[in-house]
């Protein structure tokens, strides 16, 4: 069981940007790395996933060492709304024929203020 | 839009009153998924259906069960609600079976507040 380890939590003014770098050590070589969003009182969302170097959608970039041991979810210019806490899940292999499931960590609550 | 819908948004329940939570979904993903979230806390998986295959975790209590009656709906039973049940519970789907590059997609969680 690949484990992660995050900062617990993070504050940012407004218009920065914001890298929360994830610690997965044991990695296993088809594992994908994977960040999730989540507001108080909702489900978490998905916002983005790699597996090597770099990742880049319209809300996020995922940068990916060549060791693949750690990952960093960058935020471009945070608004109060990013105020979340970011969960980063690697894959667990499973046998196949049976569903993936996804182990939280303590995720990284990230508070943006003016 | 495709998605994923948990009925309540928020259930009361007494102590030792049996409950049912609800999830449906517009999705057609063949796995659906039940966690638990305590407050300040990671969501922690209970069960899952792999279509009509049902996969419990090993440290979910025996008070919790679930039912899915077909591809569609899944269901949540709290046989027998402690105090300490209390949390947001959240239904999730996904596409398939291996975790390379799936994503699992969150429905808005219900809320048991136990009396």
């Known amino acids: ?114 | 839009d495709a998605m994923v819908i948990q009925n309540p948004r928020y259930q009361v329940t007494q102590f030792g009153k049996p409950v049912t939570l609800s999830c449906s979904q517009t999705l057609n993903h063949n796995v659906m998924y039940w966690y638990q979230q305590k407050s300040s806390q990671a969501p922690k998986l209970l069960f899952h259906y792999y279509d009509k295959d049902f996969n419990n975790e090993a440290d979910t209590p025996d008070n919790f069960q679930s039912r899915r009656p077909n591809t569609s709906f899944c269901f949540l039973d709290i046989r027998s609600p402690g105090l300490g049940d209390a949390a947001m519970y959240l239904c999730a789907t996904s596409t398939k079976g291996r975790v390379d590059q799936e994503t699992q997609y969150f429905g808005p969680g219900t809320r048991l507040l136990v009396l």
């Open chain 1, 1 to 114: 069981l690949a484990k992660t380890t995050q900062p617990i939590s993070m504050d940012s003014y407004e218009g920065q940007e914001v890298n929360i770098t994830c610690s997965h050590n044991n990695i296993a070589t088809n594992d994908y790395i994977t960040w999730y969003q989540q507001f108080p009182s909702q489900g978490p969302r998905f916002i983005i996933q790699g597996y090597k170097t770099k990742v880049t959608n319209e809300v996020a970039s995922l940068f990916i060492p060549a060791d693949r041991k750690s990952s960093t979810l960058s935020l471009p210019r945070v608004s109060l709304s990013d105020t979340a806490v970011y969960y980063c899940l690697v894959g667990d292999e499973q046998p196949t024929g049976t569903a993936s499931k996804l182990t939280f960590g303590t995720g990284t609550r990230l508070q943006v203020t003016l």
